[in-house]
């Protein structure tokens, strides 16, 4: 045997402390961290099969490459066996809806390049294309009898011009031709300027391909791309319902909306409601004679409940189901028999599945409903099958995102998939505990959370962040959440409420915020922070603040009426509601149900809600985040709030992000980078041990 030389000795004993160092780093690494988001995957918009047999479900996830969300389709066995995809790529698959027959499915994907619909035989795995669209469709429905596929898709209009240009030189570049802005609602958050291009319309075709015939016409959404609504067949297969705003001032009334019959024969079209206040289209009972939906009577304000109705099927005789229960309900399904319905709705914290009958009293069947990404409620969804099988998206603080199967027989809920277990099979995740506390502003029950660090020491001191949901009228809940795990792992507690003006506690609680935000959740949340301060792991002299949207309003509102915190982190707020009355995609909504009237004629009261009217107060150190393609909280009220602090010489930075719009993550990078800066941004402030 050769003898090794001393240079290859060294050469090789450095390899092995390299190596070692890599295992032993990747042996530390037992919480989860900004390297594993991309591993991450996440499901969503559960199918079952006709038989009840099977469920098709989406599959999310992510590529580092090339910097991408995209999502694929796979099956799985009602009881859990045979989890295998049915299609895979770099492309995005979605919205899968299996034949009456359930022998094929429809689906998008834009594996070919735009997306479009596509058809599978589910004995073959044969696939083809049905269409040929100029633009992306959505809300993909079989007909009854298999013979049609509904869908809805915009339409485009003519732009409008005004001057009339002279020609070009042969070879000359000219600039492009301005952009005429004519309607209210001409860009919109996460869709951009193509809001403003055409209106979306109705369309059916032979399911076994051919010419969409377009049903639906004018200068209206059929239904609204941005507020969601879909399509209902009736049993005959010979009409369609869905929910449209055709008001001439629809402008001003987007949310004004009323279900609308069209004939497939000749697209003829009638109002089955008339009331001011949506009408949300649901479905038609199984036997044809009764349309379920949900609405509420318009009465501007900023948190209305919206509650199941069911009418007979030509629009007579509209009968309030839910009028004694205190929550909103949405996702409505009727039972095969017709002689309820499912639905869901937030209570407390949870995404609850529930079955309503026809007096109104509805039972829990399930509370764990998530979109595995969010600490949002409301993100759950489900599917029911004849026989009375269901499969909906699962989640709970620490199981991120799964598709979980009961049955109405046997409510006990079981996960038949586990898309995650390759990360947290071998990650310790961060444990959240519920917490309950009184607000010093009135003594109401304020309901939170208390995420710890993963490898928690109750014997050590602990930062803690107070981070804030947005909407305001949203709420945070028991729910898996990236976002805090991410801090949790970098060593922080975190708290998160759900101060006065969430929802899911009823009516009351959601409005004691009405023409009054922000205001007094302030006392709900410094509440909170006292009461973790009593708890002997929080270091008191290392408290944080951050938040998002709604969440960003209230961080300003907070450090401008207090310096307990060593540094903030505001990202995409509203600091000057008068600005953003006139800027905001949204503008119709804050003129009418957030304020109470126009801006130039209600000037106080739109600044005494402001953040920038305190920014003379802060002496925080601030992090001033946005995207520059936010049209929810326009980056211009992220520039005010960023020059309000400079300009007083106080410690903030801006951080902008490109092409990046409300929520900041558009791409996977950008919302590791969002996470990463606020970290980052908290440790350099960190008071040190002395």
Same mark, same amino acid.
């Given at each position: 045997m050769k003898k090794m030389s001393f240079k290859n000795f060294m050469i090789l004993f450095f390899l092995l402390v390299f190596i070692t160092s890599l295992i032993s780093a990747q042996d530390l690494s037992k919480t989860y961290t900004a390297h594993d988001y991309f591993n991450f995957e996440w499901t969503s918009d559960p199918q079952i099969s006709p038989d009840g047999t099977k469920v098709i479900y989406v599959r999310n996830f992510m590529d580092a490459t090339t910097d991408? @969300?995209?999502?694929?389709?796979?099956?799985?066995?009602?009881?859990?066996?045979? *989890?295998?995809?049915?299609?895979?790529?770099?492309?995005?698959? &979605?919205?899968?809806? =299996?034949?009456?027959?359930?022998?094929?499915?429809?689906?998008?994907?834009?594996?070919? /390049?735009?997306?479009?619909?596509?058809?599978?035989?589910?004995?073959?795995?044969?696939?083809?294309?049905l269409t040929n669209l100029l633009f992306p469709p959505t809300n993909i429905t079989w007909s009854p009898d298999s013979k049609s596929i509904a869908f809805s898709a915009p339409v485009p209009t003519m732009p409008r011009t005004i001057a009339q240009m002279p020609p070009a030189p042969p070879g000359a570049k000219w600039a492009p031709p301005p952009r005429i802005v004519d309607k209210i609602v001409y860009r919109f958050d996460g869709i951009g300027y193509q809001i403003s291009m055409g209106y979306m319309h109705l369309f059916v075709m032979p399911a076994n391909g051919g010419t969409p015939r377009q049903l639906s016409q004018g200068d209206f959404n059929h239904p609204l791309p941005m507020f969601g609504g879909g399509i209902a067949w009736a049993p005959d297969s010979k009409h369609i319902l869905l929910s449209a705003c055709r008001r001439n001032d629809s402008d001003l009334e987007l949310l004004d909306t009323e279900i609308y019959e069209f004939a497939v024969a000749d697209g003829t079209m009638k109002a089955l409601t008339n009331r001011h206040g949506p009408d949300n289209i649901a479905e038609i009972s199984p036997d044809g004679k009764f349309v379920a939906y949900t609405g509420y009577d318009e009465q501007y304000m900023e948190y209305q409940t919206a509650r199941l109705y069911i009418m007979n099927r030509d629009g007579s005789s509209p009968k309030c189901i839910t009028k004694n229960f205190d929550r909103s309900v949405s996702s409505v399904k009727w039972a095969a028999d017709g002689k309820g319905l499912y639905l869901i709705y937030d209570d407390t914290g949870r995404t609850r599945l529930g079955y309503v009958s026809p007096d109104g009293k509805i039972e829990e069947l399930a509370n764990t409903l998530g979109d595995g990404m969010m600490a949002y409620g409301g993100t759950g969804t489900y599917a029911v099958s004849p026989n009375g099988n269901l499969a909906f998206t699962y989640s709970e603080p620490n199981h991120a995102s799964d598709i979980a199967v009961l049955t109405t027989k046997n409510p006990k809920v079981r996960l038949v998939t586990d898309v995650n277990e390759d990360i947290f099979g071998h990650k310790v995740i961060a444990p959240v505990e519920e917490i309950w506390f009184k607000s010093?502003?009135?003594?109401?029950?304020?309901?939170?959370?208390?995420?710890?660090?993963?490898?928690?020491?109750?014997?050590?001191?602990?930062?803690?962040?107070?981070?804030? %949901?947005?909407?305001?009228?949203?709420?945070?809940?028991?729910? @898996?959440?990236?976002?805090?795990?991410?801090?949790?792992?970098?060593?922080?507690?975190?708290?998160?409420?759900?101060?006065?003006? &969430?929802?899911?506690?009823? +009516?009351?609680?959601?409005?004691?915020?009405? %023409?009054? +935000?922000?205001?007094?959740? +302030?006392?709900?949340?410094?509440?909170?922070?006292?009461?973790?301060?009593?708890?002997?792991?929080?270091?008191?002299? *290392?408290?944080?603040?951050? /938040?998002? &949207?709604?969440?960003?309003?209230?961080?300003? =509102?907070?450090?401008? $009426?207090?310096?307990?915190?060593?540094?903030?982190?505001?990202?995409?707020?509203?600091?000057?509601?008068?600005? #953003?009355?006139?800027?905001?995609?949204?503008? @119709?909504?804050?003129?009418?149900?957030?304020?109470?009237?126009?801006?130039?004629?209600?000037?106080?009261?739109?600044?005494?809600?402001?953040?920038?009217?305190?920014?003379?107060?802060?002496?925080?150190?601030?992090?001033?985040?946005?995207?520059?393609?936010? =049209?929810?909280?326009?980056?211009?009220?992220?520039?005010?709030?960023?020059?309000?602090?400079?300009?007083?010489?106080?410690? #903030?930075?801006?951080?902008?992000?490109?092409?990046?719009?409300?929520?900041?993550?558009?791409?996977?990078? $950008? %919302?590791?980078?969002?996470? $990463? %800066?606020?970290?980052?941004?908290?440790?350099?402030?960190?008071?040190?041990?002395?």
């Open positions: 991408q @969300f995209y999502s694929n389709l796979w099956v799985v066995n009602f009881n859990g066996t045979d *989890n295998r995809p049915l299609t895979s790529g770099l492309c995005h698959d &979605s919205s899968p809806r =299996w034949s009456p027959d359930g022998r094929q499915i429809i689906y998008l994907s834009d594996k070919d /390049g735009k997306p479009q619909i596509h058809k599978r035989w589910m004995d073959t795995g044969e696939s083809v294309v010093s502003h009135d003594g109401r029950k304020i309901q939170g959370w208390i995420m710890k660090p993963p490898q928690f020491d109750p014997s050590k001191k602990y930062p803690l962040i107070l981070e804030i %949901h947005g909407g305001p009228w949203a709420s945070y809940g028991e729910y @898996f959440s990236i976002e805090k795990q991410l801090l949790a792992s970098a060593g922080y507690v975190v708290l998160y409420t759900n101060p006065r003006g &969430s929802t899911g506690y009823g +009516y009351e609680f959601a409005n004691l915020i009405h %023409h009054d +935000y922000p205001g007094n959740d +302030y006392y709900d949340l410094m509440s909170g922070v006292d009461a973790m301060l009593e708890k002997d792991y929080i270091d008191k002299d *290392n408290l944080f603040i951050t /938040g998002g &949207s709604g969440g960003g309003i209230l961080t300003c =509102w907070v450090i401008g $009426q207090t310096d307990r915190f060593r540094a903030a982190a505001t990202l995409y707020p509203v600091v000057n509601w008068y600005s #953003t009355a006139l800027t905001s995609d949204i503008a @119709f909504m804050a003129v009418k149900w957030e304020a109470p009237g126009m801006p130039w004629d209600h000037a106080e009261h739109y600044m005494k809600r402001s953040p920038i009217s305190l920014a003379g107060n802060v002496q925080t150190p601030t992090m001033v985040m946005c995207g520059e393609e936010d =049209w929810r909280c326009p980056i211009m009220e992220s520039e005010q709030y960023y020059m309000a602090l400079k300009l007083q010489n106080i410690e #903030t930075v801006l951080v902008r992000f490109p092409n990046a719009s409300h929520g900041i993550r558009n791409r996977p990078s $950008q %919302h590791i980078s969002k996470m $990463q %800066h606020i970290i980052a941004w908290f440790d350099q402030h960190k008071k040190k041990a002395e």
